[in-house]
């Protein structure tokens, strides 16, 4: 079935795109059940919207765009370094950056400004916390973390490495199934909603809106719209995108929505899994929704355990993104080494300082 979009384009409902959609939940959905086991968010609310987000930016844009966490901000929140009033806080901060920079067509100049080796640096720090905490938690029931494992490095012996945190995921659901039995279908509740207030605009608020937003420049606006234009043949200026993200975080984080951005990672999964149109982006916002009505209940006996093997399984693939593509390997390694012991705000500030005089001794 096909139908033509806001933009001109022909939306496609059909198996590409359903099975791109899956490639993008792989983006989403680990990060996302951690974050509700671990802290005050309602996964059902969340769910709802990034399903809702899909399918607006999807239509709106006219091809498979991807919404996803922002994953520094999911790092920091998952491993306790924030709470949940600052995470939200920060992003609010983060969306009113992003209106601006991108209204007034700043983005494109801040990006020069920070440089991609401070970017894959952060980058790199976010994966190392995010391994931290995943082997934290597998030793919450080590006999289940071990049974994830080798679960995970079946399916990525198979040549599947995106789809197994998913396949661990769903193993992991199904265990808990097993000790709930079957949840009933219910409706959301207003729990997780305006969890902040002015108290949680701390120093760490800013910190973490910081250390977001190298990431954000570089992943969310700058390499997805260079994607955007190789795989769709699109003009969307990262620009554009920056306002997206802006109107979208800006509008329902104080609705009980996790800080979200668009994602070269969920672009490119959309893609190698057959996504052609924003069909997938219907299918997949279609899908958020339906499980928020029929699996949240399921999160409260969630075996941490296989969580935390989830987790590692992303920390290595964002790793993996950010040495693959950079050259600077010392420089990125000790950002993301800064960023893991001190703090993702102090290493992209002290990145940032490196870079600039690194560049300054290089043109003298």
């Not at 792989?26 to 399918?55: N, R």
Request: hydrophobic share 55%.
């Amino acid at each position: 079935m096909s139908v033509e979009s806001r933009s001109g384009t022909v939306l496609t409902i059909g198996w590409n795109e359903v099975t791109g959609a899956i490639g993008d939940s792989v983006t989403v959905l680990p990060l996302i059940v951690a974050i509700a086991a671990l802290t005050e968010l309602s996964l059902a609310v969340m769910l709802i919207w990034f399903g809702i987000c899909q399918i607006i930016w999807g239509l709106y844009y006219g091809v498979p765009i991807s919404v996803e966490p922002m994953k520094a901000l999911a790092a920091l929140i998952i491993a306790g370094a924030i709470s949940t009033g600052e995470l939200l806080v920060a992003g609010l901060l983060l969306g009113l950056i992003l209106l601006v920079a991108g209204y007034t067509g700043a983005l494109e100049r801040l990006g020069d400004a920070i440089g991609s080796p401070v970017v894959r640096g952060v980058q790199l720090g976010v994966a190392l916390v995010l391994l931290e905490t995943g082997v934290q938690l597998g030793f919450a029931d080590p006999r289940l973390a071990v049974l994830a494992a080798l679960i995970a490095l079946g399916v990525i012996g198979l040549g599947y490495w995106n789809l197994s945190p998913v396949v661990v995921l769903l193993i992991g659901g199904g265990i808990a199934t097993f000790r709930t039995g079957l949840p009933s279908p219910r409706l959301p509740t207003t729990d997780g909603m305006l969890l902040f207030g002015w108290t949680d605009l701390t120093f760490a608020t800013a910190e973490a809106a910081v250390a977001q937003l190298a990431m954000t420049l570089g992943n969310a606006a700058l390499a997805t719209s260079v994607l955007l234009s190789d795989y769709f043949k699109r003009d969307i200026s990262a620009d554009e995108l920056s306002t997206s993200m802006g109107v979208m975080n800006l509008s329902a984080i104080p609705f009980g929505a996790f800080p979200m951005c668009h994602g070269s990672g969920g672009v490119a999964g959309k893609y190698a899994f057959g996504a052609r149109t924003a069909g997938a982006n219907v299918i997949l916002g279609v899908g958020y929704v339906t499980a928020a009505v029929l699996g949240v209940g399921l999160v409260a006996a969630y075996p941490l355990a296989m969580l935390g093997v989830i987790l590692v399984v992303i920390a290595v693939q964002l790793g993996r993104t950010s040495l693959d593509q950079t050259d600077e390997y010392v420089f990125v390694i000790t950002v993301g080494v800064v960023g893991l012991l001190f703090d993702l705000g102090v290493a992209f500030v002290a990145g940032l300082i490196g870079y600039h005089v690194l560049q300054r001794r290089k043109h003298t």
